[in-house]
C-alpha cells in the first residue's frame, strides 16, 4: 500500500524550530518529487515547499523561503521540513504528499498539527 | 503566481441533483506540452485531500463517472451528476502549472 506518514507536528512558541518528516512507504520514494502543503485552522489550502527527485530543486511559498528548508533522504525514503522562525501565522495541519507529476498529488499523508503560540 | 478563483463558496444540494463548481486561474494553465495542469480534490470531513480529476477531465483511479470536469485555458468546472451523501465535502481546485496553487474551496452539503 501506498502510504506516507507525517511526524513532528506540536506546540512551539514564536521565533522557535521545528523539524517535520514524512515517512514513505510502499512505493519507489527516489522516483518522485514530493510537497509539504498546510492548511490553517478552517482554512484553504497552501503549497509550502516541494523537492525534486534528488533534492538538487527546491521551491518555496514566499511566505516561508528564508524560513523553512525542505530536504530529502531517498535511502530513508522520508521527507523533511525545517521550520525556524516561527510565527503564529504559520499554526496549521501539514500534510505532505507524493507528486506524481506537475501537481497530480496522491497519496497525502493524513497531516502534523503545527501551532505556534505563547 | 497564478491566482485561483473558485465560485460558490457553499453550495446546499438535494441528493440525486446535480451540482456545478466554477475555477477560475488569473492565466492560462494551457503547458507547451499541449497539457492542462488543473486538479480538483475533495477534502471529505475530518480527512486528508483526495484527487478526484487531473489535468481538467480525467478521473483519478476508483472515482466514481458522476464526477467529471472541463474546461480549457482559464476557465474550468467540476459537475457532479447526481450528488449522493458521500460527496459532502470541501472541493478544491489547484493549478499545477507554475508551482502549485488552490482556490478558496467549495463546501458542498447536503439538503
Known amino acids: 500500500e501506498v502510504q506516507l506518514v507525517e511526524s513532528g507536528g506540536g506546540l512551539v512558541q514564536p521565533g522557535g524550530s521545528l523539524r517535520l518528516s514524512c515517512a514513505a512507504s510502499g512505493f519507489t520514494f527516489s522516483s518522485f518529487w514530493m510537497d509539504w502543503v498546510r492548511q490553517a485552522p478552517g482554512k484553504g489550502l497552501e503549497l509550502v515547499a516541494i523537492?525534486?527527485?534528488?533534492?538538487?530543486?527546491?521551491y518555496y511559498v514566499d511566505s516561508v523561503r528564508g524560513r523553512f528548508t525542505i530536504s530529502r533522504d531517498n535511502a530513508k525514503k522520508s521527507l523533511y521540513l525545517e521550520m525556524s522562525s516561527l510565527r503564529a501565522e504559520d499554526t496549521a495541519l501539514y500534510y505532505c504528499?507524493?507528486?506524481?507529476?506537475?501537481?497530480?498529488?496522491?497519496?497525502w499523508g493524513q497531516g502534523t498539527l503545527v501551532t505556534v503560540s505563547s | 503566481e497564478i491566482v485561483m478563483t473558485q465560485t460558490p463558496l457553499s453550495l446546499s444540494v438535494t441528493p440525486g441533483q446535480p451540482a456545478s463548481i466554477s475555477c477560475k486561474s488569473s492565466?492560462?494553465?494551457?503547458?507547451?506540452?499541449?497539457?492542462?495542469?488543473l486538479y480538483w480534490y475533495l477534502q471529505k470531513p475530518g480527512q486528508s485531500p483526495q484527487l478526484l480529476i487531473y489535468?481538467?477531465?480525467s478521473r483519478f483511479s476508483g472515482v466514481p463517472d458522476r464526477f467529471s470536469g472541463s474546461g480549457s485555458g482559464t476557465d474550468f468546472t467540476l459537475k457532479i451528476s447526481r450528488v449522493e451523501a458521500e460527496d459532502v465535502g470541501v472541493y478544491h481546485c489547484m493549478q499545477g502549472l507554475h508551482l502549485r496553487t488552490f482556490g478558496q474551496g467549495t463546501r458542498v452539503e447536503i439538503k
Open positions: 504528499a507524493r507528486d506524481i507529476m506537475w501537481g497530480r498529488f496522491d497519496p
Open positions: 492565466q492560462s494553465l494551457l503547458h507547451s506540452d499541449g497539457k492542462t495542469y
Open positions: 523537492i525534486n527527485q534528488d533534492g538538487s530543486e527546491k
Open positions: 489535468e481538467v477531465s
